[in-house]
């Protein structure tokens, strides 16, 4: 079964989107800091990851850029309420991102945007 993490320090979003997100066809595994989610990947290879930008310690972007250099086949997509272009540039040109979604975002969105990320991962596999 392909597996998902959710990085994000706002624990009630992780838990929102658990429930959310509970009848997809994946595993869903989340993680409340960066460091937490490298850890979980020296562990185990994820096929996406959704990360927020802004958290303490190490930033989306930096956990983004370290998961496209160690885990290139990860499917990357970036969740930001601070949106601005240099930090766009930056994680589109160091994490090669997938998509980008703004907050708050919809449940409904994130779903499909992590499932048209499986999809691009599944098609590039054929």
Do not use: C
Not at 51 to 79: C, H, Y
Not at 80 to 90: E, I, K, L, Q, R
Request: hydrophobic content about 50%.
């Amino acid at each position: 079964m392909l597996s998902i993490l959710i990085v994000d320090d706002d624990v009630n979003l992780l838990s929102g989107l658990r429930r959310a997100l509970h009848d997809q066809p994946y595993d869903l595994f989340t993680a409340n800091s960066a460091e937490m989610a490298i850890d979980m990947f020296h562990r185990k290879a994820f096929d996406l990851v959704l990360v927020d930008q802004k958290m303490s310690g190490l930033s989306g972007a930096e956990l983004i850029a370290w998961i496209a250099q160690e885990f290139p086949d990860t499917v990357r997509l970036m969740l930001t309420g601070h949106a601005d272009v240099n930090m766009m540039m930056d994680a589109i040109n160091n994490g090669k991102v997938f998509r980008f979604l703004t907050k708050p975002s919809h449940s409904v969105d994130i779903a499909l945007a992590i499932l048209e990320g499986l999809e691009s991962k599944l098609a590039s596999a054929v």
